[in-house]
């Protein structure tokens, strides 16, 4: 193993790093959580990522998502992402995808993943996404954003949290309304990443079943059982 993954070691065995390698993780968003994600799995050494975002970046993301810059404006998120990871960590596969998931394609572009991110802000895309992470057995690492504030899921086959959490909510994600800073994103993305490690690894316990709140304007952070 080269000299890039040394500083894992300390914390992930030898063999653990390497198997990170044979990892696919599809990154569903690629805007404020998913540019934070898709650079994290990145320089940790998951060998393939597929990046999925039908959308472009405008001037109003350059206050918080990291694979924006003045210079690609206009310019796919998905594909502005691969681009990027191709200088951070050549090693490794980003597959670009610039299209939204919907029920038309959803089943064939997670098909065949270890692990979802949900990178998402709006809660109809959350709820199809868990189906089908669902319906194809892979667990699904749920993140969201809302101005000071956080919350972190993983969810397993079966487990249902979303819809049950949600009953009659609106569509709209709650960053919408609280808006969104630079660290915010980040902070949860991290969280998330941890929690796909957990998983390839077997190491600590998951936020299965739990759901972590987390408030920066107080520095809060609470879980609770679901």
């Known amino acids: 193993m080269n000299k890039r993954y040394k500083k894992n070691e300390n914390m992930l065995s030898r063999e653990e790093n390497i198997s990170l390698r044979e990892k696919k993780v599809a990154v569903v968003g690629c805007g404020g959580l998913g540019g934070y994600i898709i650079e994290e799995l990145g320089r940790l050494g998951i060998g393939k990522i597929t990046a999925i975002d039908g959308d472009v970046f405008d001037e109003t993301n350059l206050n918080r998502q990291l694979l924006s810059n003045v210079e690609n404006l206009g310019k796919s998120k998905a594909l502005s992402a691969r681009k990027r990871m191709k200088r951070v960590n050549p090693d490794i596969k980003v597959h670009a995808m610039h299209d939204f998931l919907d029920e038309s ?80 994103p980040a902070l949860v993305a991290s969280i998330q990443v941890a929690e796909v490690v957990k998983i390839f690894t077997g190491k600590g316990r998951l936020l299965r079943n739990r759901f972590l709140m987390i408030d920066t304007l107080e520095q809060e952070y609470e879980i609770f059982d679901l």
Request: with cysteine; charged share 15%.
């Open 105 to 184: 394609n959803a089943e064939e572009i997670l098909e065949g993943h270890d692990v979802i991110c949900d990178a998402l802000d709006n809660m109809s895309s959350r709820l199809l996404l868990q189906k089908y992470a669902s319906k194809l057995g892979i667990p699904l690492v749920y993140g969201a954003i809302a101005g000071w504030y956080g919350q972190v899921t993983t969810i397993f086959p079966g487990d249902n949290v979303l819809g049950s959490m949600h009953q009659g909510g609106a569509n709209k994600g709650i960053e919408q309304e609280l808006g969104n800073p630079s660290f915010t």
